[in-house]
């Protein structure tokens, strides 16, 4: 009954939330780049396409190196979990303009998708399917840098440097948040934050402690002064790349109302599956019943 129900959870997640599928009359190999960790063998790479759903050769393919993730996680991620090889990758696909974000993971067990869409709208990346695998389970962090580099090839186009620095701190930070309180409250927090950046680069750190505090409070969640600390960190480079970048708070808006829909699709999900289960238990309950009337369920034990 529980590998029913998980089934049935999933396929109307897929239904709620979009598939694998680039639908988009603007997908094709043109504007899809694949980027593949350097260190797996022919067999995991043939087993990233098929988690990619697409024939290896039909698109571009680049690979990436542990010496070109670090040129962007060192300092924000630790360097046991950049490891020494790289194997995670990435399927990007660009959308038109107002398409939207659709993020898919398989084997990432740290990032969630919200967190990169959420982090790469701070990148200046929007409109686009992004399939994000790897053969064995990865955190996820050095997925960032493959996407970083398919979009700029399928532009011509070179994202701000600064831009995409910050947009790994508010991965991490939003990750390691997400461990105490949950990844969906932890987006939540960060993107009100974001969308506060006008008002909160003429606050001071007291301000804008009191600020999260309060923010922190509509989810219902508790903060440490350490996970303060960060979240003041990251607002602080958010304001450079937001005078940098006119656009960022629009793209924030975007994200905010991206993950409404998803909280809405869960929600509606949660309530199926609660009906489904109390009408199936309702079911189970009038078998028994009727076996106990019968006798069924008093036969000796052997």
Same mark, same amino acid.
Request: net charge negative; charged share 30%.
């Given at each position: 009954m529980k590998k029913s129900l998980s089934l049935l959870l999933a396929l109307v997640l897929l239904l709620s939330c979009g598939s694998f599928a680039f639908a988009d009359g603007n997908s094709g190999a043109g504007n899809t780049r694949a980027v593949v960790g350097i260190d797996l063998n022919d067999d995991q790479v043939n087993s990233v396409y098929a988690n990619f759903g697409v024939q290896r050769g039909s698109v571009p393919e680049f690979r990436m190196t542990n010496a070109m993730e670090r040129q962007y996680l060192n300092g924000y991620v630790d360097s046991s979990i950049i490891g020494t090889k790289s194997i995670s990758c990435v399927l990007v696909t660009l959308k038109n303009d107002g398409s939207g974000m659709n993020v898919n993971t398989s084997n990432v067990n740290w990032c969630t998708p919200n967190m990169y869409i959420s982090a790469l709208a701070t990148a200046g990346i929007t409109d686009a399917d992004i399939i994000v695998t790897a053969p064995v389970e990865v955190s996820g962090t050095a997925a960032l840098v493959g996407i970083y580099w398919a979009y700029e090839d399928i532009t011509g186009q070179k994202l701000s440097e600064t831009a995409k620095l910050v947009s790994t701190q508010e991965l991490t930070v939003t990750g390691n948040l997400a461990e105490e309180i949950g990844s969906m409250d932890a987006s939540d927090i960060v993107n009100d934050l974001? @969308?506060? @950046?006008? &008002? *909160? &680069?003429?606050?001071?750190?007291? &301000?804008?402690?009191?600020?999260?505090?309060?923010? #922190? #409070? !509509?989810?219902?969640? +508790?903060? *440490?002064?350490? !996970?303060? +600390? !960060?979240?003041? +960190?990251?607002?602080?480079? @958010?304001? *450079?790349v937001k005078d940098d970048d006119n656009a960022l708070i629009s793209r924030v808006q975007e994200v905010q109302n991206t993950l409404n829909k998803v909280k809405d699709a869960k929600t509606k999900v949660t309530g199926f599956v609660e009906t489904v289960t109390k009408a199936v238990d309702s079911v189970t309950s009038f078998f028994t019943k009727i076996a106990d009337i019968l006798g069924f369920n008093n036969s000796p034990q052997k």
């Open positions: 974001k @969308l506060m @950046l006008n &008002e *909160t &680069e003429n606050m001071t750190d007291d &301000e804008m402690k009191k600020e999260i505090v309060d923010i #922190a #409070a !509509q989810y219902n969640v +508790s903060l *440490t002064d350490k !996970q303060i +600390s !960060q979240l003041i +960190s990251l607002c602080r480079s @958010l304001e *450079t």
